[in-house]
């Protein structure tokens, strides 16, 4: 009989939805899109993403998960059961579900979120760390006692942890990442090109032209947006080293948080890390020159993490195989 086992990973621009021998159920953008006028849902995922900055005024679209943190408990709601009755197709069957959700948010929320997934039907829900799932997910035998650091570079948060033993030793979560460095992307081009874009065309220049490390003034890319001046549409063109301005200060920031928590790790993982290496998953892992720069500030070796992306969820439903042993991993658990 098939399990009913199946993991979740909630995340501030992403929702997928993992499930042990049968892989990815969903990936959707965690976007939700509502009609103000008699609170019906409009769209959910992919569809209500492309809605974003396009909606009338009685259209409401918004990413309930911002900056790591839950904005909106309704939509967010919305958003795990429309998923999970679309990656499940039903809501009767009694699932048991392992969910990761980011690291700041509150015990508040992560009980919302629990309650939430129980309505939607979930039998019995665990919350797991979100280092732990991705260590977990990047096929890390989590149950050793070795040393492991695992960075998550995500869209709201970073996560940077020293696993051992099934459980985190240290850790530091900061709420500075892939939106972060969309938005310092969208002040720089504003104030050196006096052009204003959006925050997709944002991402867009970060995925083409980001990089952290050695960035190069032949590699451009077009920008299109507003001129702020003349209101008029206007096309630049930017390179890597332009926009290495804008992002600089985002890895320096990294690489120090980095630095706190191997000051923190005790002397044995600490000599465990420099064998094991840093592992790196999370999409803002895949910016440009992101390892390379961790590596030379702290001479560990750093790799990103096939699939960094698919990592956290694929975690989740492979956790199931640590229910009974993880201590610090799962925070929370709930029956019915
Ligand atoms: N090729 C790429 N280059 C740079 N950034 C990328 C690339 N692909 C995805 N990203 C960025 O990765 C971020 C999303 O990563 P991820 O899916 O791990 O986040 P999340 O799990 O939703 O967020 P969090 O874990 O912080 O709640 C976005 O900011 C996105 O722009
Ligand atoms: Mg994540």
Do not use: W
Not at 27 to 43: F, L, R
Not at 143 to 172: E, F, R, Y
């Amino acid at each position: 009989m098939g399990s009913l086992d199946i993991g979740i990973d909630l995340g501030t621009t992403k929702i997928i939805i993992h499930k042990a021998g049968a892989g990815v159920l969903l990936h959707e953008p965690a976007v939700v899109a509502i009609n103000t006028k008699d609170n019906s849902i409009i769209a959910v995922g992919e569809e209500a993403l492309r809605m974003l900055g396009r909606t009338p005024g009685y259209i409401v679209a918004e990413f309930p998960l911002r900056d790591g943190v839950i904005s909106d408990h309704v939509m967010t709601e919305i958003l795990l059961k429309h998923c999970i009755k679309r990656a499940c197709d039903s809501l009767i069957i009694k699932h048991r579900v392992i969910i990761c959700v980011p690291s700041e948010i509150t015990d508040v929320e992560k009980r919302a979120v629990v309650e939430a997934v129980v309505n939607a039907g979930g039998r019995k829900v665990f919350l797991i760390d979100e280092p732990i799932a991705a260590a977990i997910g990047a096929g890390i035998d989590i149950s050793k006692p070795k040393g492991n650091m695992v960075i998550d570079i995500g869209g709201g948060t970073t996560d940077i942890a020293v696993i051992s033993l099934c459980g985190v030793v240290v850790s530091q979560s900061i709420k500075f990442a892939g939106d972060k460095v969309d938005e310092e992307i969208i002040k720089y081009i504003s104030s050196k090109f006096k052009i204003s874009i959006g925050k997709k065309m944002a991402e867009q220049v970060k995925k083409e032209v980001g990089n952290l490390y050695k960035p190069s003034h032949d590699i451009k890319t077009s920008v299109k947006g507003r001129n702020l001046l003349t209101c008029y549409p206007q096309l630049v063109t930017v390179s890597e080293c332009d926009i290495y301005e804008a992002v600089e200060e985002f890895g320096e920031m990294i690489v120090e948080e980095i630095k706190k928590v191997l000051d923190q790790t005790p002397p044995e993982l600490a000599s465990d890390i420099i064998e094991t290496g840093i592992l790196l998953t999370g999409g803002t892992s895949l910016m440009k020159g992101i390892a390379k720069l961790i590596e030379e500030r702290t001479g560990v070796k750093t790799t990103v993490a096939d699939d960094p992306i698919g990592c956290v969820s694929r975690g989740t439903s492979l956790a199931f195989d640590y229910v009974d042993i993880l201590q610090t991993g799962f925070t929370s658990e709930t029956h019915i």
